[in-house]
């Protein structure tokens, strides 16, 4: 990366030095934790140039906006719009003049003739915020540069509300979401100051912008741990029948005295099983397992999904120093509107449907080639945000496709399950290349190296069931709420 600025009497130019690739992502283009941002600041001068210093800082910040009502002492209601920024990350290092030449001189004006330059310089993230932690604090160079001073090297940190992270948490990936609700962003640039003397001259900054997200698991470990997680949810629903359709030995005799569309309970259990993590480039295979239960004496009439939508369902749950709200936006893997029959067997007690499953649908054949799980930003939080994911499935039924009446009483069931989504698989040697051997990995799951066929219908995809291992619930109450933050004391 590189970017040029001209002003008068000299030109600057930051030139940054591409992520080493890794061999899951060769064409990287982010940064991730405990990696050194190396590069270069060249300057090309036309005329002797007055100078203070030359600095090159990172920033990181986690910045949310939230639109809410607020009523009015006459009782009327006012849009208001709220922004809290948090800086997580912070480090700078000068590279003109030299801390030996600073330190033996008293002046605070330095002249470069004209002429080309070229500064080096090497800045590490680290993995935990500075704001979080405070040994991560004491490895910045502004800890022990000369030429800062102030509230930062007195132990403050900027932030717009005075809160301070909560400390259980890495630094947070580059991010950005919006809705109607408000806007949440995780930002950080790399910014060349150069400070020039006087009232009357104007200091010069160029800010370019990089991507910040952590790695995934170790690729020898992933395989060894298989954690799968699922949840299931009941419904009872009544879906519509022609009482002609069924036979002068059915049960229920008060149908037959009615040639109307009647009624009858329907009793449905989902089950979805999906991994714990999500991890880019790796298969993950979720299952659909569905048991239905009747109390008709013979065969239930044929039930039809309508439609089918299998999803990634990302949520962000966002605060400032008065408000709090979440919105959640849908990412679409595969879509079908072909209605196609579900098949039941001809009676299941309704006592006995408890832990019984007699269809499954195997959702890894429905994931499209486009589903690039590398695109979508890794779970994280942060003082004032979090974001969550989940795998969703929207279900259609009726009873009904063809025929002379076309009911319209389709019933519409959801379940969720979540999920951890993480950076890129890592080998060993690249961790200990890049990383030094200091980072917390996330937990990782199984690599199933069973091959999918391509090109299946949803009519091809049902199969014998088996009993789910585990359950545990989506989205529960605990998970919504935000970490616990606390002002900030000594402020200024």
């Not at 809705?179 to 995780?186: I, L, N, R």
């Not at 067997?345 to 832990?355: F, L, Q, S």
């Amino acid at each position: 990366m590189e970017h040029t600025q001209v002003h008068r009497g000299y030109t600057v130019t930051l030139v940054v030095e591409p992520p080493v690739p890794l061999e899951s992502v060769p064409d990287r283009k982010f940064f991730t934790y405990n990696e050194a941002i190396r590069g270069a600041v060249r300057l090309h001068v036309l005329k002797d140039l007055p100078l203070k210093d030359i600095q090159v800082k990172v920033c990181g910040v986690s910045s949310t906006e939230v639109i809410d009502d607020i009523r009015l002492s006459n009782g009327k209601k006012r849009e208001c719009h709220e922004v809290m920024s948090h800086e997580v990350f912070y480090d700078v290092v000068t590279l003109f003049p030299p801390a030996n030449v600073k330190q033996v001189s008293q002046n605070d004006k330095f002249s470069l003739t004209s002429g080309d330059y070229e500064y080096q310089f090497e800045i590490t993230l680290p993995f935990k915020p500075h704001c979080a932690n405070e040994g991560s604090r004491q490895t910045a160079n502004y800890v022990s540069n000369p030429y800062e001073t102030g509230w930062r090297k007195d132990g403050h940190h900027v932030t717009s509300s005075g809160i301070i992270h909560d400390g259980n948490s890495p630094l947070p990936p580059s991010f950005y979401a919006c809705s109607f609700q408000g806007e949440a962003k995780v930002y950080y640039t790399i910014k060349v100051s150069v400070h020039r003397p006087g009232v009357f001259q104007r200091s010069s900054r160029l800010i370019l912008p990089i991507t910040v997200k952590p790695p995934g698991p170790l690729s020898h470990v992933r395989s060894m741990i298989s954690a799968k997680r699922s949840f299931s949810k009941q419904y009872v629903v009544k879906l519509a029948i022609d009482p002609t359709s069924l036979s002068l030995t059915s049960t229920i005799n008060s149908f037959l005295t009615n040639t109307t569309v009647q009624h009858v309970p329907l009793k449905l259990r989902l089950e979805l099983v999906t991994p714990d993590t999500l991890i880019p480039g790796s298969e993950f295979k979720p299952l659909l397992r569905m048991q239905f239960a009747h109390e008709l004496d013979e065969q239930f009439p044929p039930v039809y999904v309508k439609s089918f939508k299998f999803s990634l369902t990302k949520r962000v749950s966002m605060r400032t120093h008065s408000f709090k709200t979440a919105f959640s936006s849908d990412m679409p893997i595969r879509t079908v509107t072909e209605p196609f029959l579900l098949q039941m067997d001809k009676r299941v007690e309704y006592h006995d449907a408890e832990r019984q499953y007699n269809t499954q649908l195997d959702l890894s054949k429905l994931v499209q080639a486009h589903f690039d799980v590398l695109k979508i930003t890794p779970s994280f939080k942060t003082c004032n945000m979090k974001v969550q994911y989940c795998f969703s499935v929207e279900l259609v039924i009726g009873t009904q496709y063809q025929g002379l009446r076309v009911l319209s009483d389709d019933k519409t069931m959801m379940i969720h399950n979540d999920v951890l989504v993480t950076g890129p698989v890592v080998e060993e040697l690249e961790y200990s290349r890049i990383f030094n051997n200091s980072l917390d990995l996330p937990p990782p799951i199984d690599d199933d190296d069973d091959d999918l066929d391509e090109g299946d219908d949803l009519r091809t995809l049902f199969g014998q069931a088996n009993p789910s291992r585990r359950r545990s619930s989506a989205y529960s109450k605990d998970s919504e709420e935000l970490p616990p933050y606390r002002e900030a004391s000594n402020r200024r």
